[in-house]
Every structure is written in C-alpha cells, then in structure tokens.
C-alpha cells in the first residue's frame, strides 16, 4: 500500500499547474523561467497591467507557448 501511495504523489507532481496574477504579483514575473521547469503547466492571469519582458526570452517563451505549458489568460 505504501508503495502506491508513493507512486500516486510523484504523478501528482508531474501534473502541477501554477496560476500567476500579474495584477497583484508583478514580481513573479521574473521567476517565470525558474517556474516553467518546477511546473508542468503555467497560466498567467492579468486584467489591465502590461508586462515588460527582455527580448531573450521571446523564442524560449514562444516554445512554450506553442506547446501549451504557458498560457496567459486577460
């Protein structure tokens, strides 16, 4: 029984999603990167504040993006 239990929490951690709002943690933003490996999936919310990121994140960005382990939701 133990044996499954162990087995149960290392698939839970493959399946973490982590949900940012850049309205009240803009300063998450500059742990994207680190969060995109800890997570198997990051959504970033916001309603009116723009985000300023450095132009060397744009193509690792975009990798994710298109295979739909970052999404930004407004």
């Known amino acids: ?5 162990q087995n149960t929490h290392k698939n839970d951690d493959a399946g973490r999603i982590l949900l940012i709002d850049l309205e009240n ?3 998450q ?4 990167q680190e969060k995109l490996e800890q997570f198997s999936q990051v959504v970033i919310c916001y309603a009116q504040t723009g985000v300023k990121i450095p132009l060397d994140w744009l ?4 990798v994710t993006v298109s295979s739909n382990k970052l999404k ?3």
């Open 1 to 5: 029984m133990l044996e499954n239990n």
């Open 25 to 27: 943690c803009p300063d």
């Open 29 to 32: 933003i500059y742990q994207l």
């Open 59 to 62: 193509i690792p960005l975009s």
């Open 72 to 74: 930004f939701l407004r």
